[in-house]
């Protein structure tokens, strides 16, 4: 099903979610499930044509982008935000050690960088800083809410796919977020960038700005906001969001004993830890999603807005 990506609906979905993007830098994010009907259009523009699809974790099957909140525009790219079978079948028989899947949420800090540093594939990309939230599978070969959540920075940039394209059942990524095309590197002979990848990374290095933000959220997601126009949504919470309802969130964790952190009013990964406890202990281990909505809160006892 096809539906219309625009800054009005990335503006919408932070404020769902209570991301404080910064209105005058660059922001990056991704739609996990997601084609653009035309991914070899990569420009600029007020709006972008989308359709989901399902995750096959054998072919590029995820958007990710460029927003510009300032112009009002943003720019979409084939690639994928979940890792390769070959990876995935690897990991399973290691008790999923080596391979991960990033948990929806606000990113905050990805900056210019390389990625593999110091060997022949190593090229200019986007490196992830900070630790955050990654689910493991040893189980079977996709990740669900019963996959355990670990705490870490296993580095999961964002980086050259080395892939074709979205028909292509190759690329590289055991869990970083990557963007079709291949990259400047000294394996390939230091040819130029190629594919998306080459103006995705272009339009980011080409500016002053060194650090980004990234917004990875669900194909879904996007598509509930396009097709609501006007109508009012439930507010969630995750990784990376911030405010008031953050605070009240956080102060009702600690009344029920989940939460011993600051009430500071950002989900971070104490509060992130403590909604996936809460989850399990109310509902059972496969509901623990790690997203405050209606009904988690409603177990909370919080008060939920419609936005």
Known sequence: MSFTLSDRVLRRLCEINSFAVPNSELVFFGL??????????????????LEVVACDYIHPRCVLGQWRPEARTLAVFPGSTVPHAKYVKTSVEQD????????????????KGVHKNGKPTGHDAFRQTEGHPIRRTSD????????RVEFMNPYDNIHAAWSMGVNHNEYASAGCQVVVG?????????????GAWKTFKANAYKISQSQFGYILLSSLDAQMVAQAGSQKLQAKLRFGSSGSLVTK??????????????????????????????????????????????MTAEALGVAWPAL
Not at 105 to 111: E, I, K, L, M
Not at 182 to 194: H, Q
Not at 269 to 274: D, K, S
Request: with cysteine.
């Open 140 to 147: 079977d070969f996709d990740f669900d809410n019963d996959d």
């Open 249 to 294: 969130v956080q102060k009702r964790l600690k009344t029920k004993g989940f939460y011993e952190g600051e009430i500071a009013g950002n989900f971070e990964l104490r509060t992130c830890r403590a909604v996936l406890e809460c989850q399990t202990a109310m509902f059972g281990p496969r509901a623990d999603d790690g997203i405050v909505g209606p």
């Open 96 to 111: 999923g050690s080596g391979t991960n899947q990033v948990m929806s949420g606000f990113y905050q800090d990805y900056r």
């Open 182 to 194: 291949f990259p400047k590197c000294e394996s390939r002979g230091v040819k130029p960038d190629a």
């Open 32 to 49: 996990r499930g997601c084609l653009a009907v035309n991914p070899d259009e990569h420009q600029f523009g007020p709006q972008h044509a």
